[in-house]
Nanobody, 124 residues
Framework: QVQLVESGGGLVQAGGSLRLSCTAS????????MGWFRQAPGKEREFVAA????????YYADSVKGRFTISRDNAKNMVYLQMNSLKPEDTAVYYC?????????????????WGQGTQVAVSS
């Protein structure tokens, strides 16, 4: 079992930045690929970014590529999402997720554990 807790959400103006954090506890953190997803009101949960166990490889949704950066600190059991040049369409609840499989995935159904989410709101 892995427990995930997100933090760092808030209200920011368009063009601004936020850094989301996710703290993991439980089984060995390095066993998991970590991902960030988001869900806006009335929409399905969508993939944002993922990072391999070692942190060496990352993958991003086209909508955030070049603006968001995912990273992890395995010594601290933490994963981060640095979000720059935020747009109103980035407004959503952001979720941290852990995946025990071998390949990074964009399908939320593949992820085994989820946090409770943190709200990000971007005003125009």
């Amino acid at each position: 079992q892995v427990q995930l807790v997100e933090s760092g959400g808030g209200l920011v103006q368009a063009g601004g930045s936020l850094r989301l954090s996710c703290t993991a506890s439980g089984r060995t953190f390095t066993r998991y690929i970590m991902g960030w997803f988001r869900q806006a009101p009335g929409k399905e949960r969508e993939f944002v970014a993922a990072i391999q166990r070692s942190g060496g490889n990352t993958y991003y949704a086209d909508s955030v590529k070049g603006r968001f950066t995912i990273s992890r600190d395995n010594a601290k059991n933490m994963v981060y999402l640095q979000m720059n040049s935020l747009k109103p369409e980035d407004t959503a609840v952001y979720y941290c997720a852990a995946d025990a499989s071998l390949m990074m995935a964009t399908n939320p159904a593949q992820y085994d554990y989820w946090g409770q989410g943190t709200q990000v709101a971007v005003s125009s």
